[in-house]
T-cell receptor, first 114, second 114 residues
């Protein structure tokens, strides 16, 4: 069964450093998302991406964050200068199309900022 | 702003007990509704979904949910839980338009004792 894959599974970084989280969505999917889950809290939407541009973003997704689809398969989330409060599990998701389709989630990257 | 409320933070049941997890959302238009499950150490997996039609939907592993439009609710049920149902359960909603992001509830932790 096709799946969304994320790397790395766990990343530890120092405050102020840049990190790039990587995702490979399901190959024929058109919509891509990043969510995060701070420990003990709910899953929060960060950004959605369609047709090579951001289609929607939340208040969390400020100038420190960026997304890119550098080639036909990868979808990356970059945090330019990490803060302690960026520590969370980051989930990538993809959907075949919008509307009446489900999102498939990757296993997540646990980001720890020290 | 759209929001999703899950009434139960932590539910503890014995095997064979019946389960009902509450979910309410605030959005006046057409919505797509989902329940996701996250087993320990695993990614979010879709349990069931509602797009349109019969408001009683059946998902995997014996779960079902009922959409009650007048109550803005989408409660999850299972007549007889098993130890293997121990997991975190998330209700999620998105408007029916193409590509819009899922909004998640805070999640309910279900612990089933054998």
């Amino acid at each position: 069964e096709p799946e969304v894959t994320q790397t790395p599974s766990h990343q530890v970084t120092q405050m102020g450093q840049e990190v790039i989280l990587r995702c490979v969505p399901i190959s024929n999917h058109l919509y891509f998302y990043w969510y995060r889950q701070i420990l003990g809290q709910k899953v929060e939407f960060l950004v959605s991406f369609y047709n090579n541009e951001i289609s929607e973003k939340s208040e969390i997704f400020d100038d420190q964050f960026s997304v890119e689809r550098p080639d036909g398969s990868n979808f990356t989330l970059k945090i330019r200068s990490t803060k302690l409060e960026d520590s969370a599990m980051y989930f990538c998701a993809s959907r075949l199309r919008g509307g009446n389709t489900e999102a498939f989630f990757g296993q997540g990257t646990r980001l720890t900022v020290v | 702003a759209q929001s999703v409320s899950q009434h139960n933070h932590h539910v503890i049941l014995s095997e064979a007990a019946s389960l009902e997890l509450g979910c309410n959302y605030s959005y006046g238009g057409t919505v797509n509704l989902f329940w996701y499950v996250q087993y320990p150490g695993q990614h979010l997996q879709l349990l069931l979904k509602y797009f349109s039609g019969d408001p009683l939907v059946k998902g995997i592993k014996g779960f079902e949910a009922e959409f009650i439009k007048s109550k803005f609710s989408f409660n999850l049920r299972k007549p007889s839980v098993q130890w293997s149902d121990t997991a975190e359960y998330f209700c999620a909603v998105n408007p029916g338009q193409a590509g819009t992001a899922l909004i998640f509830g805070k999640g309910t932790t279900l612990s089933v004792s054998s």
